[in-house]
């Protein structure tokens, strides 16, 4: 097990073009969330997974944003149009749902760039 | 709403020194606390947690106690290292409410001096 896996781990792109990000979780585990984390801020959430089912969004989360989990493993992050305003560090995190002993495991982000 | 509000950094020190990083919260009922840490170039990872009044997390000779009457879950260390040179978050997970995401305080960086 080699921990949570984020691909790519930079992405430089042109604003309005369209990007993916893929996160494979430690593989036992059914929780699975999306967070971005801008410079100086905490992560600040964007949505998550219980296995394939995607049980919450941050209004953070606008239309251009969509996330999936087709399997319950791997997920992916797709931004439409992007903006400038998008360029961040995209963190994916996983965990096994522990109730109130909940830990989460991070990959190391991708940072995205939009020039 | 879920909040979490810590002290800004950077908060530079010299190695042996006592390390304080305050942390309070607002949330609805009693959630759980955790302390992250993340390295240069690395991801975040859990540093120690609290799940309930008066509970203590320790880990690396860190340590936090879970103060309901002040809100509050300070970071804590007797002597830095410079290895403990990083940006920690303080964050909070709603148990019955909120739903189920971890909130995170907008981090504060240590540098620590040999």
């Known amino acids: 097990d080699t921990g949570v896996s984020q691909n790519p781990r930079h992405k430089i792109t042109k604003r309005g073009q369209n990007v993916t990000f893929r996160c494979d979780p430690i593989s036992e585990h059914n929780r699975l969330y999306w967070y971005r984390q801008t410079l100086g801020q905490g992560p600040e959430f964007l949505t998550y997974f219980q296995n394939e089912a995607q049980l919450e969004k941050s209004r953070l989360l606008s239309d251009r944003f969509s996330a999936e989990r087709p399997k319950g493993s791997f997920s992916t992050l797709e931004i439409q149009r992007t903006e400038q305003g998008d360029s961040a560090m995209y963190l994916c995190?996983?965990?096994?749902?522990?109730?109130?002993?909940?830990?989460?495991?991070f990959g190391s982000g991708t940072q995205l760039s939009v020039l | 709403g879920n909040s979490v509000t810590q002290m800004e950094g950077p908060v530079t020190l010299s190695e042996e020194a006592f390390l304080t990083i305050n942390c309070t919260y607002t949330?609805?009922?009693?959630?759980?606390l955790f302390w992250y840490v993340q390295y240069p170039g690395e991801g975040l990872q859990l540093l120690l947690k609290a799940t309930k009044a008066d509970d203590k997390g320790s880990n690396k000779g860190f340590e936090a106690t879970y103060r309901k009457e002040t809100t509050s879950f300070h970071l804590e260390k007797g002597s830095v290292q410079v290895s403990d040179s990083a940006v920690y978050f303080c964050?909070?997970?709603?148990?019955?409410?909120?739903?189920?995401?971890?909130?995170f305080g907008a981090g504060t960086r240590l540098f620590v001096k040999a």
């Open positions: 964050a909070l997970r709603p148990k019955n409410t909120g739903g189920f995401k971890t909130i």
């Open positions: 995190a996983s965990s096994l749902s522990r109730g109130s002993n909940e830990k989460l495991f």
């Open positions: 949330a609805t009922g009693y959630p759980s």
